[in-house]
């Protein structure tokens, strides 16, 4: 417990769950934000910052000389932009020079562990199967570019626990669900719209592997203790339905679900107009057919590994959702 940790990103929200269970266990935390970042959801913990950003080479050997371990909570998760280029910057270039500051001697002589956050996204999921950490995306040129950028992402980090010897796991988080969303992340403002009773309709056909934001935060931080060098992990409790989502979050929160359910097809309708729209405009629309296609390449997935090898336990995930369902609740009330 005397030697410091490192939550880079930290006022994000994996990041803060990650930060505010570190300080509870009594640790020495360290964490690394952007100067001007919102940090509502560590302001209150005892923390040593560091304010810079990725690219801030000189701070970051700085936060990470004597730290013991490292999470790295880093990423830029807009999938639906019309210019990609932001997402391989920050989510491959960005990990490359936090991963070249940790092989750093200075650095690497304390470091235990790189806890890196990935996404399931990476794992080769096929309808019909259950898929594995050992499923490795065959050609990901093909996919979004968002998935491109964390495959590619994911693999440099591989490759530097490979070749230069950096101690690093990659943890394939899903999606996530739980209180303390400051920042309000695409499936937070879904939880929060069927809470405040304002969703018009559900999205039939979708199903989401899903977890709990602290019980996912629980899974970094054993994989620092356990997890072994060079492996993935998958991250996530059970696949969903996100009409099942809605559901719950509107009976935590004491409103009536979304009556209607919008058809698959006029889905994808939508998303054909939303891409046109972005293509002719070059406007960033969140419902396209890239966005719709990241939501309908779902299979499940077997977190055997995690559970056997890290003893992680998650709560089921439907009472991460109700918790999150009184948080939206809470902070409207809060307001007024």
């Given at each position: 417990?005397?030697?410091?940790?490192?939550?880079?990103?930290?006022?994000?929200?994996?990041?803060?769950?990650?930060?505010?269970?570190?300080?509870?266990?009594?640790?020495?935390?360290?964490?690394?934000?952007?100067?001007?970042?919102?940090?509502?959801?560590?302001?209150?913990?005892?923390?040593?910052?560091?304010?810079?950003?990725?690219?801030?080479?000189?701070?970051?050997?700085?936060?990470?000389?004597?730290?013991?371990?490292?999470?790295?909570?880093?990423v830029d998760t807009r999938g639906w932009l019309n210019d990609p280029t932001p997402?391989?910057?920050?989510?491959?270039?960005?990990?490359?020079?936090?991963?070249?500051?940790?092989?750093?001697?200075?650095?690497?002589?304390?470091?235990?562990?790189?806890?890196?956050?990935?996404?399931?996204?990476?794992?080769?999921?096929?309808?019909?199967?259950?898929?594995?950490?050992?499923?490795?995306?065959?050609?990901?040129?093909?996919?979004?570019?968002?998935?491109?950028?964390?495959?590619?992402?994911?693999?440099?980090?591989?490759?530097?626990?490979?070749?230069?010897?950096?101690?690093?796991?990659?943890?394939?988080?899903?999606?996530?669900?739980?209180?303390?969303?400051?920042?309000?992340?695409?499936?937070?403002?879904?939880?929060?719209?069927?809470?405040?009773?304002?969703?018009?309709?559900?999205?039939?056909?979708?199903?989401?592997?899903?977890?709990?934001?602290?019980?996912?935060?629980?899974?970094?931080?054993?994989?620092?203790?356990?997890?072994?060098?060079?492996?993935?992990?998958?991250?996530?409790?059970?696949?969903?339905?996100?009409?099942?989502?809605?559901?719950?979050?509107?009976?935590?929160?004491?409103?009536?679900?979304?009556?209607?359910?919008?058809?698959?097809?006029?889905?994808?309708?939508?998303?054909?107009?939303?891409?046109?729209?972005?293509?002719?405009?070059?406007?960033?629309?969140?419902?396209?057919?890239?966005?719709?296609?990241?939501?309908?390449?779902?299979?499940?997935?077997?977190?055997?590994?995690?559970?056997?090898?890290?003893?992680?336990?998650?709560?089921?995930?439907?009472?991460?959702?109700?918790?999150?369902?009184?948080?939206?609740?809470?902070?409207?009330?809060?307001?007024?």
């Open positions: 417990m005397t030697a410091p940790v490192l939550v880079i990103g930290a006022n994000g929200y994996l990041g803060s769950h990650v930060t505010r269970q570190l300080v509870a266990a009594g640790h020495d935390v360290r964490v690394m934000v952007r100067d001007g970042a919102n940090t509502i959801g560590i302001d209150d913990l005892t923390v040593t910052r560091h304010v810079g950003d990725i690219w801030d080479s000189a701070v970051l050997r700085t936060a990470m000389t004597g730290a013991r371990d490292v999470y790295y909570c880093v997402l391989f910057r920050t989510n491959v270039e960005g990990t490359r020079n936090v991963l070249e500051a940790a092989v750093q001697p200075d650095v690497a002589a304390g470091l235990r562990k790189f806890v890196y956050t990935s996404s399931y996204v990476t794992v080769d999921r096929r309808r019909g199967r259950t898929a594995t950490e050992a499923d490795v995306i065959p050609d990901p040129t093909v996919l979004t570019p968002y998935v491109q950028s964390r495959v590619q992402a994911e693999n440099l980090v591989m490759n530097y626990a490979r070749e230069r010897g950096l101690p690093a796991v990659a943890m394939c988080v899903s999606t996530t669900y739980g209180a303390g969303d400051w920042g309000r992340t695409p499936h937070g403002a879904i939880i929060a719209g069927a809470a405040f009773g304002k969703l018009p309709f559900v999205m039939g056909g979708i199903e989401l592997e899903a977890v709990g934001i602290d019980d996912a935060a629980q899974a970094l931080i054993a994989a620092a203790d356990k997890g072994r060098v060079g492996e993935r992990y998958l991250v996530s409790e059970k696949m969903i339905s996100n009409a099942e989502v809605v559901r719950i979050a509107a009976e935590a929160a004491g409103v009536p679900a979304p009556s209607r359910t919008l058809p698959l097809p006029a889905a994808y309708a939508m998303a054909a107009l939303g891409s046109l729209k972005a293509r002719l405009t070059g406007t960033d629309e969140r419902l396209s057919l890239g966005s719709l296609r990241l939501m309908r390449a779902e299979a499940p997935l077997d977190c055997t590994k995690a559970r056997r090898e890290l003893d992680w336990r998650p709560r089921p995930v439907e009472e991460s959702i109700r918790e999150a369902a009184t948080f939206w609740v809470g902070l409207r009330a809060a307001k007024r």
